[in-house]
């Protein structure tokens, strides 16, 4: 009986732990996509090339995949300039040293000359790395006007 229960608190111990850190994983990575959406507002590509992985592929609304060299110097150049971009209904699964956090974005900001505002929903995927996480793929695709 004692052993059963030793086991049982145990396993419950356990839980709790795995828990917290799924808790703590979805805390750390809904910051770092904060901090990207604040990085990309204020033109800050030094915290862009920070955050995304040297591997990073992301595929744009319009179908267009772009990797890190490519965000980075379109901010650098200011090609691409947002005013404002307010993430909601975030949602992180956290699997170990991968994750996944979805959400919806509402941004204002052009590319060049194009607008580029709109709300969107997006995918991305990020891998923990030498103790960090990053950003390692994205995706987002643009919401018509009936579900934003």
Do not use: C
């Amino acid at each position: 009986m004692k052993k059963t229960l030793i086991v049982g608190f145990i396993a419950l111990a356990s839980l709790l732990s795995v828990r917290a850190q799924n808790g703590d994983t979805a805390t750390k990575l809904i910051a770092l996509e904060n901090r990207f959406s604040q990085a990309l507002v204020s033109g800050d590509w030094k915290a862009v090339e920070e955050i995304e992985a040297d591997d990073l592929l992301f595929t744009n609304a319009d179908g267009a995949v772009t990797r890190k060299e490519d965000d980075v110097n379109s901010l650098r150049s200011a090609d691409t300039k947002f005013e404002s971009i307010d993430m909601s209904d975030t949602n992180v699964l956290d699997l170990g040293h991968v994750a996944i956090v979805t959400g919806k974005l509402v941004e204002r900001g052009r590319y060049k000359a194009a607008d580029i505002s709109g709300t969107y929903r997006f995918t991305d995927v990020w891998a923990r790395r030498n103790g960090k996480w990053q950003l390692v793929r994205g995706q987002e695709a643009l919401l018509p006007p009936a579900l934003k």
